[in-house]
Each structure stands twice: as structure tokens, then as C-alpha cells.
């Protein structure tokens, strides 16, 4: 068994950190933009008949614009800074 | 001159109800539904930062600015800095280890505390979810919304 697996049944769920979060902790954006899209749109829509498909829509965009800006800043790093003249 | 008066109703009530459990304001202003979906999503990205992180995400003394957005999602956020500060930081749970800080000084931290990326996910979860939730029980002390005609 390894360490991983380990720490995991040691675990005490919401007093300790959750073990193994580390190497993909990029992915907890997904809930946390669906948690910010389902509790926007419940305070902004004035009729909840559209609610899943607004929440859907509003989550793809936040996707796609966080997607954006890590690509501009990954470029901004990587290529633009680089080439600029070192004094 | 066609005058339409916009009557405006003003609920403190409705937004303390809110801040004490969110959706709890919509709910008290007959919304059920809107009060529902309002508790899924602030309570679950609040619960769920401190699944990930841990209830040291929430630490009053030592991320007094993020407390500050914390504690817009009402008492749950200071329920779990009580138990930061009754569980980790007096040391029932967990292994004290001395730590040494740059000025040369010895502390004692728990082998709880959640350090880095872990620590920085729960704390936006949580802030996250405080700043929704005064957005919520703005929202709620307007009143109840007006149907179209």
C-alpha cells in the first residue's frame, strides 16, 4: 500500500487537509466555478424556469475565460518575458 | 406627467435570516426554490473547502482579512474557526511540532495545518462562499421579487 492510499484511510474528513490534492489541484476549479454559477444565478434570475441552462452557459464561460487567462499569462512567462533585454 | 411609483421594501430580517443559514432570507420571502439553490451553493463550496483544507483554512487570528469574507456565510464560519482554534491550535487532535520561524524564534505548530495549494483551495472555497452569501442576503433584504404583470 502507499503512502497515498495510507494517508487516505487515516484521514479525519474536515479536520485534516484532504491528502493527494496537491499534484492536481488545478481541477478544483470546476466546482468551484459550478458552485459560484448555481449561487449567482439563483440571486440574479428573476424567473428560475431557465436556471440549469443559465447555470450551465455561465459555468462554460467562466471555464473558457479562466482557460484564456492562464493561456495569456502561460505566454506572457514564457515567450514575452524572455524576450526581453536583460540589463 | 405618468408617475410610477416603484414601492421599495427594505427587510432586515430577511437579510439576518440570510446570514445566519444562506437562502434563509429568500425562504422567509416566500422564494423557496431560489432559497434552496442559494444554501446548495454557498453551504456546499463552504463545506467544501473545509473538506479540502481542512478547518485551519479558517483561522480568525492568523487570515484576519479573509476572515472578513469568511464570515459572510454566517456562523458556520465562525463555528469553524472555534473549532481551529479548540481541535488544532490547543493540540487535541493531531502532533504538536516545534517549528522554527525566521526571526530565530521556536513555535509549535499542529501536523494538521494544511500548507500551500490545499490551504489556498479551502480558503477561496470558503471566502468564495462568505462573498456569495452577502450577495445573497442583499438580495434578500430587498424584499420579496415583484411578479411581471
Known amino acids: ?87 | 406627467m405618468n408617475e410610477e411609483v416603484d414601492e421599495q421594501t427594505f427587510s432586515l430580517s430577511a437579510g439576518l435570516l440570510g446570514w445566519i443559514l444562506p437562502g434563509l432570507g429568500q425562504i422567509k420571502n416566500g422564494d423557496f426554490l431560489r432559497g434552496k439553490l442559494i444554501m446548495l451553493g454557498v453551504v456546499g463550496m463552504f463545506l467544501m473547502g473545509v473538506l479540502v483544507g481542512g478547518v485551519d483554512c479558517v483561522d480568525r487570528k492568523e487570515d484576519g482579512l479573509w476572515f472578513v469574507a469568511q464570515a459572510g456565510a454566517g456562523p458556520i464560519a465562525c463555528m469553524t474557526d472555534i473549532a481551529n482554534d479548540m481541535l488544532l491550535k490547543q493540540g487535541r487532535v493531531g502532533v504538536m511540532m516545534p517549528l522554527a520561524l525566521a526571526n530565530g524564534a521556536i513555535t509549535q505548530v499542529n501536523s494538521f495545518k494544511s500548507v500551500g495549494a490545499v490551504n489556498d483551495i479551502g480558503t477561496l472555497f470558503t471566502a468564495m462562499a462568505g462573498l456569495l452569501n452577502i450577495a445573497a442576503l442583499l438580495d434578500a433584504m430587498r424584499g420579496p421579487r415583484k411578479v411581471a404583470a
Open chain 1, 1 to 87: 500500500m502507499n503512502a497515498l492510499a495510507i494517508n487516505t484511510l487515516a484521514w479525519i474528513p474536515f479536520v485534516q487537509p484532504l491528502p493527494g490534492v496537491i499534484a492536481w489541484w488545478w481541477l478544483w476549479i470546476l466546482p468551484m466555478l459550478a458552485g459560484v454559477s448555481v449561487t449567482w444565478k439563483a440571486i440574479r434570475l428573476t424567473s428560475l424556469q431557465s436556471y440549469w441552462r443559465d447555470v450551465a452557459v455561465m459555468f462554460g464561460q467562466l471555464l473558457i475565460g479562466m482557460i484564456a487567462l492562464a493561456a495569456g499569462l502561460m505566454l506572457l512567462v514564457r515567450v514575452v518575458l524572455p524576450l526581453l533585454p536583460v540589463e
